[in-house]
């Protein structure tokens, strides 16, 4: 597709369960980010990848949160024994990479709202 | 680390009103960017700013750099029902790792009742 593509769009959980949520970046983008956004806040920068090297992974919360991005294109994050605190939207985002024009623009998906219950 | 203060949190239009929002740093960017959030959407770029000084319009919208780096404001002029959302202000720094993408934590719109 032409966009970020994220699923599931929506995921409910038990407490204590592991998910997966997945992100299908743009077809050539080499960045792709994860943040989290819970209810009225902010986005809260979770994991960057760029390329070939070494992933960011200061915005990771816990080590229950881990992400992976296979070939350098479709990443998987995950969440194990998920906690109610954990309920949120997660988006992802991906971007040339590139410094140039309109560096800094992230293309976002729609989010996967995570309820855990 | 880096934070970024994003006033107002929220507040109300009526149509046809101008809205004015601003973020401010604790640390130089040399990039800011604003980005509008539409319900149930990701967020997608409005105005992107590489310059300090710089100020830059897209339509209604006007976006500054300021001169010190450390701070950046966005003004909706004549608003209109569709500008309610959430707009969020970005710094980073590029040259560096691009995961240097700080967001504000939003300033909500929505239309006065």
């Known amino acids: 597709g032409a966009g970020v593509s994220q699923s599931p769009s929506n995921k409910v959980t038990e407490k204590g369960k592991d998910v997966e949520l997945r992100c299908d970046p743009i077809s050539g983008h080499t960045a792709l980010y994860w943040y989290r956004q819970s209810l009225g806040q902010g986005l809260e920068f979770l994991i960057y990848?760029?390329?070939?090297?070494?992933?960011?992974k200061s915005g990771l919360p816990s080590d229950r949160f881990s992400a992976e991005r296979t070939g350098g294109s479709v990443s998987t994050l995950t969440i194990q024994r998920t906690q109610q605190e954990d309920s949120a939207v997660y988006l992802c985002?991906?971007?040339?990479?590139?410094?140039?024009?309109?560096?800094?623009?992230?293309?976002f998906g729609e989010g996967s709202r995570l309820t855990v219950l | 680390g880096q934070q970024l203060n994003q006033s107002p949190q929220s507040m109300f239009i009526q149509e046809g009103e101008d809205v004015s929002m601003n973020c401010t740093s604790s640390s130089i960017f040399n990039t800011w960017l604003w980005y509008k959030q539409d319900p149930g959407e990701g967020p997608v770029l409005l105005i992107a700013?590489?310059?300090?000084?710089e100020l830059t319009s897209n339509g209604r919208l006007t976006a500054q750099f300021g001169i010190t780096r450390k701070d950046s404001f966005l003004n909706i002029s004549a608003s209109i029902p569709s500008d309610v959302g959430i707009y969020f202000c970005?710094?980073?720094?590029?040259?560096?790792?691009?995961?240097?993408?700080?967001f504000g934590k939003g300033t909500k719109l929505s239309v006065k009742p």
């Open positions: 700013l590489y310059k300090a000084g």
């Open positions: 985002a991906s971007t040339s990479g590139r410094v140039g024009p309109n560096t800094g623009e992230l293309f």
């Open positions: 970005a710094g980073m720094n590029y040259g560096g790792s691009q995961g240097n993408l700080i």
């Open positions: 990848f760029q390329g070939n090297s070494a992933p960011d």
